[in-house]
């Protein structure tokens, strides 16, 4: 019995020593980072990250910033600067007109789907029906998601008002 308990202790001290190494992995201002968005909504997340200034310039001129800082709670598949550098020359520049609003509401609306999906829901489902009526196709390929033809890059940045997961392309609705 008393080597059962020792055995136990060992066991705890080895998994208590993994769980510190891992929890201090993450520099201080990385660690504050993560634990700070989940008390922003999905703007002001979007806002603080270095990756997404295309995507909340695109959000204002389609006026959806209201939108996307209330109570959701919403999923939204948030396209890279770099995704959208991918767009053909003068796509982005003609969306971003005031005459082309209605155009830039349906793209940016077909990436947000309502209520909070996490990527261990995602993985599970099929498509996705957003915000414009359409739906998403989602497949999965080994350990890679794809959200109709962009790639989740990254998933589950929690936000007080739904997650963010990143994808490396702007996806288009039909």
Known sequence: MKKKNIAILVLLTFLIVGISFTLTG???????????????????????????????????AAGLVET??????FTVFAPTDEAFGKLPHG?????????????????????????KVMAADVVNLDHAKTVNGQSLSIKTYGGTVKVDKANVIKTDIECSNG?????DAVVLPK
């Open 91 to 115: 796509t982005l520049d003609s969306l971003l007109k005031p005459a082309n609003k209605g155009k830039l509401v349906s793209i940016l609306t077909y990436h947000v789907v309502p209520g």
């Open 26 to 60: 993450c520099s201080e201002s990385e660690h504050k980072k993560m634990t700070s968005w989940a008390k922003h909504d999905i703007v002001d997340t979007a806002v603080s990250a270095d990756d997404f200034n295309t995507l909340v310039a695109a959000v204002k």
């Open 68 to 73: 996307l800082k209330s109570k959701g709670p």
């Open 163 to 167: 997650v963010i997961h990143v994808i």
